[in-house]
């Protein structure tokens, strides 16, 4: 109020495009070095804080990052923000372990090798310290605790160690038939712990009190151990996981069915999806990618190679249609091609954090859905629509099937998807927002920008939703002439869920920024 007006504050427009920056690589490599195939990573996930990345990769390993920035302050990021408390760091992780989650296997009745590479991993609840995921390659989920142990050594004994090593030691083994004096207390010869050395004496006027040995900690080690192992319950290659959120069962997906777990059972399991025909030769669509919604427990979505998502409902019959939510594109007319649903095959889907939106990716598309609209994506964004006159070549040398990853900001802000050269994408998807910004997995991400349309274009659907379709780049090279790399792609990234930090894998290395 100022002399009796009321100020009536300015609309808020769409937020300004963020600026990235460079922030850590793990495993970067060295010019001309040679990336091993078992080290290349194939799987990224922050856990639910913030606080903890895991990566899984080729050779079968799991290799977990803890967060530092924040403990340096002695409280939690979100309390400092809330005291207004300036933080001049950005976001800095650390390796803090790693375990060979699968080794490769041989299926001896179908005659099939069994990859070790890490498909999917996934956190789950803590509890007592303790960090707990899952980690699944094509058929073997399991189930990991990761939990800090303390080494406990003997101490405070009457002997001084110092002294009494000499030629031997107080718990040697040897099988010396050299005589060997006893302890005061007795023993048995056959006890090897019951002797000392030769080079022992007692002190003058012997030892004034009897001191009962101690046990101490001394230091600590992370221990991961396989809680429960999840096998045998698919017949194709598994392509997620997702957790419910009621902590308690989770899902898996292959080709053709989804099966739900509950995570203290590993010998059964209920399938929730099929998709399998009768007749193999009727099979028209299969399952790409599955996900839970993250606040309804009895609720998922599914893609599949057309394009299409269903959104199911488990309190109804999910293995009929009719109970599940269809959202699909309806295709232009004319537009139909060899390669049309090759591309139009959606390789990921993700929940919003409120899960109002679904973000989907296909081979050259992002697309925003409203769970509450089924007549199309509220908004599309074009990853890389300069490859659309190579589709011929890609298809030859099969990078037309490559399956790249999408995720969404905390605040549903934004969103990012990967591309080859080692670029990724990060748009903008609030109302108004023209953002399309262009980044390379490099420890100079702006090197290499694309330029984008200064007015994105739009196209009206039906009346009931608005398509926003934006992202278009100059055909086949970067802002300084260099030509695109088909062979180097960025396959999988993850954004922190409630800050603006995206880790993204390139081959071997974990290239992490923030803005």
């Not at 299969?286 to 488990?314: Q, W």
């Not at 549903?412 to 050269?421: C, E, I």
Request: proline share 5%; net charge negative.
């Amino acid at each position: 109020m100022n002399g009796g007006d009321e100020v009536v504050p300015a609309p808020a427009g769409p937020p300004h495009p963020l600026d990235w920056k460079f922030s850590q690589v793990f495993g970067e490599r060295t010019a001309g070095e040679e990336v091993q195939e078992v080290d290349i990573i194939s799987a990224i996930e922050f856990d639910k804080s913030g606080d903890h990345l895991a990566t899984g990769d080729r050779g079968g390993r799991v290799v977990l990052f803890e967060r530092t920035d924040t403990k340096d302050h002695g409280a939690s990021r979100r309390d400092l923000e809330r005291m207004d408390y300036s933080i001049g760091r950005h976001p800095e992780f650390r390796y803090k372990t790693e375990f060979q989650s699968h080794e490769p296997e041989f299926d001896y009745l179908k005659s099939l090798e069994i990859e070790e590479k890490i498909n999917k991993i996934r956190w789950c609840l803590t509890a007592n310290g303790a960090l707990f995921l899952l980690s699944t390659n094509d058929k073997t989920i399991k189930f990991w605790k990761v939990q800090e142990k303390k080494v406990k050594k003997i101490s405070e004994m009457n002997i001084d160690l110092s002294k009494s090593m000499g030629n031997g030691c107080i718990a040697s083994s040897s099988n010396s038939s050299s005589s060997r004096p006893y302890l005061a207390n007795g023993g048995s010869p056959d006890r090897s712990y019951n002797y000392i050395s030769n080079d022992f004496s007692f002190p003058p006027g012997g030892i004034p009190s009897l001191r009962l040995p101690m046990v101490s900690s001394h230091e600590s080690s992370l221990v991961a151990r396989c809680r429960r192992v999840y096998a045998h319950a698919h017949d194709y290659h598994i392509n997620s996981i997702s957790n419910n959120s009621d902590g308690e069962t989770f899902i898996s997906a292959d080709d053709l069915r989804i099966n739900l777990w509950n995570l203290e059972i590993s010998s059964q399991s209920f399938n929730i999806v099929d998709v399998k025909p009768a007749n193999m030769e009727d099979l028209t669509e299969v399952i790409t990618s599955a996900e839970f919604h993250p606040t309804h427990c009895n609720m998922l979505a599914y893609s599949s190679s057309k394009g299409s998502i269903r959104l199911v409902d488990l309190r109804q019959s999910a293995l009929c249609d009719s109970h599940s939510k269809l959202f699909e594109e309806q295709e232009a007319p004319g537009s139909r091609s060899f390669f049309t649903e090759i591309i139009a095959s959606i390789s990921d889907i993700k929940f919003g954090k409120d899960g109002r939106y679904i973000l989907s990716r296909d081979y050259m598309t992002l697309k925003l859905w409203d769970i509450n609209m089924d007549s199309g994506p509220v908004a599309t964004f074009q990853v890389h629509e300069y490859l659309r006159p190579k589709l011929c070549d890609l298809y030859e040398n099969d990078s037309i099937f490559d399956k790249f990853e999408c995720c969404l900001s905390g605040d549903g802000l934004r969103v990012a998807t990967g591309s080859y050269s080692n670029l990724f994408r990060v748009f903008g998807c609030a109302a108004g927002s023209a953002e399309a910004t262009t980044l390379e997995a490099s420890k100079n991400p702006m090197r290499r920008q694309v330029p984008t349309p200064s007015r994105p274009s739009r196209s009206l659907g039906n009346s009931l939703t608005r398509v926003v379709r934006r992202g278009a780049e100059a055909p086949g090279v970067d802002a300084n002439g260099s030509s695109f790399d088909f062979t180097t792609k960025l396959l999988h990234l993850a954004w922190h869920p409630t800050e603006n930090s995206i880790a993204c894998a390139a081959a071997n290395s974990l290239y992490m920024y923030y803005a």
